[in-house]
């Protein structure tokens, strides 16, 4: 049974999707201004890691992941880039389209899977006009100074995704006064249009629409009401989703979403990321440092998807090594498997123990996405293959064990999107390799141990790491 913790009810439930094996599942984008930093990475990767399993469960998976592509922080951006004679309005645009493709790219480097379904603000503004037009229709909804406002007093339920209650929130309001609103709480659907700003045609004259009507609108739009799963980070629950609730419920008369996702924040020393504190880590500043994006996902997952967790070097250290076990398994695995003939009855005495490591797995994730203890149970895959792997005699059932094994590390590695894949070597590269090992082993019975030396570090050049085992040295590439 799979439960997952739901924000709304603040408690685990047990997970029964609206239609029989298939999940509609909506997860705020990104706000295109600026390029990704590794807190949205994290983000993306949990969702990319929820949609993964459930896939791996067998459902039939609609992601749908939108882009706000018109916002204050993108014109504000855009009139900081603004020279000559240039547009704002085109500039509006060119910086919305440059970001996205900027974050495309990088989720594609990071191993994210592109969204079933990928909404643009800016195409479905008449959707949205139409949207508060029945916000307006039900009387919760009111127009000012060009401005549409939503009545937050007139709807019963605000709060109960933040689990805040309305005078606790008009205190702390207060300090945000804004002459327009009727109430300290209410949000704006429309903004009526500055000069030279992007803007649209609307009932209520030229503007552009408030954040949180993009969300309502697409994700209904795609999904329908009452979808299963809407998602984003802890920081989106007050007041973008919770506005989102009032607005969309308003209207449909119905529950939005049946479950709330939300993904814990990422800290670098116990501080937000800040460009002024100058821990500001992009996706590129990590790569660039440490190359393979899998360290990232395995600090992801080693940490509960809801919990906070802060970034450092010794939790990257600890990654790495961790990623580093498991390839040297799999090397291993895939070389004996070439060595010797699997048969049909060796696998078959091996399948009950591979079968208790992935109820292991499943049963892990089925908790929530207990991503740290499925992640253990890996490790416990590997430390029994590489038992079998260090007997004095390796028998065809050995070898079976070893193999199913691998397969099992591989199959759950493909859940959480890493790749533990052996590096191909070009078969001429590969011989070079060979002859040098040969040329090192030949030194050392010689004990010339200095050109023993001397090869192995010409190998680490070469990108090629060496372990002396009892079969005889083996090598991988780093």
């Known amino acids: 049974m799979l439960t997952i913790y739901n924000t709304l009810t603040r408690k685990k439930e047990e997970f029964i999707p ?38 791996y469960k067998g459902f039939e998976v609609t992601f749908v992941r939108n882009v706000t592509d018109i916002d204050d922080k993108i014109i504000n951006k855009a009139v900081s880039e603004l020279s000559g004679t240039e547009e704002l309005k085109e500039k509006v645009k060119e910086i919305a389209v ?29 959707q949205m006009i139409g949207f508060i037009e029945k916000i307006i229709g039900k009387g919760y909804g009111y127009v000012s100074g060009g401005d549409v406002y939503f009545s937050v ?30 109430y300290p709480l209410d949000f704006a659907l429309w903004k009526s249009a500055k000069e030279n700003e992007p803007s649209w045609e609307s009932p209520w004259g030229k503007g552009r629409p408030g954040w949180h009507i993009e969300c309502s609108v697409m994700s209904t739009k795609i999904l329908g009401e009452g979808f299963d799963i809407h998602g984003g980070g802890l920081d989106l629950i007050f007041p973008h989703h919770e506005n989102e609730i009032a607005q969309t419920e308003a209207v449909t008369g119905k529950s939005f979403a049946k479950y709330w996702v939300h993904n814990g924040l990422l800290t670098v020393k116990g501080e937000k990321m800040s460009k002024s504190l100058g821990n500001y880590i992009t996706i590129m500043d990590f790569l ?16 509960q998807y809801r919990s906070p967790m802060d970034y ?21 695995a895939d070389k004996i498997a070439v060595q010797s003939e699997i048969k049909q009855g060796d696998i078959d005495s091996t ?61 759950a590695a493909d859940v959480f999107g890493l790749s533990f894949g052996s590096d191909e070597i070009d078969a001429n590269v590969s011989e070079e390799i060979d002859n040098l090992v040969a040329e090192r082993e030949e030194a050392r019975l010689k004990r010339d141990y200095a050109r023993a030396d001397e090869i ?14 009892p079969e005889g040295p083996q090598w991988r590439k780093k």
Do not use: W
Request: charged share 35%; net charge negative.
């Open 288 to 303: 660039d440092e440490y190359k393979d994006p899998d360290i990232l996902k395995i600090s992801f997952l080693n940490s």
């Open 153 to 182: 007093d007139k709807f019963e339920g605000y709060g109960k995704l933040s689990n805040r209650n309305k005078e606790e929130m008009v205190g702390q309001a207060a300090a945000d006064r804004n002459d327009k609103k009727k």
């Open 312 to 332: 450092g070097a010794d939790k990257m250290a600890a990654s790495r090594s961790s990623k580093e076990r498991i390839k040297i398994f799999i090397d291993k």
């Open 351 to 411: 399948q009950r123990l591979v079968s208790e490591l992935r109820e292991k797995f499943t049963s892990a994730m089925d908790d929530d996405f207990n991503s740290p203890l499925a992640l253990a149970v890996i490790f416990e895959a590997v430390k029994k293959g590489n038992e079998v792997l260090a007997l004095p005699e390796i028998k065809g059932t050995d070898i079976a064990v070893v193999s199913q094994i691998k397969d099992f590390v591989l199959e």
């Open 456 to 469: 192995r570090d010409e190998l680490l050049d070469k990108g090629i790491t060496l372990e002396d085992t």
């Open 98 to 126: 440059k970001y996205l493709e900027v974050y495309h790219k990088q989720l594609q480097i990071f191993g994210i899977m592109q969204p079933t379904c990928e909404p643009k603000a800016t195409e479905n503004i008449s």
């Open 18 to 55: 609206s239609e029989k094996g298939k999940i509609n599942m909506y997860v705020c984008g990104p706000t295109v201004y600026d390029v990704p930093h590794i807190g949205h990475a994290r983000s993306a990767y949990v969702f990319d890691v929820i949609r993964r399993y459930l896939e």
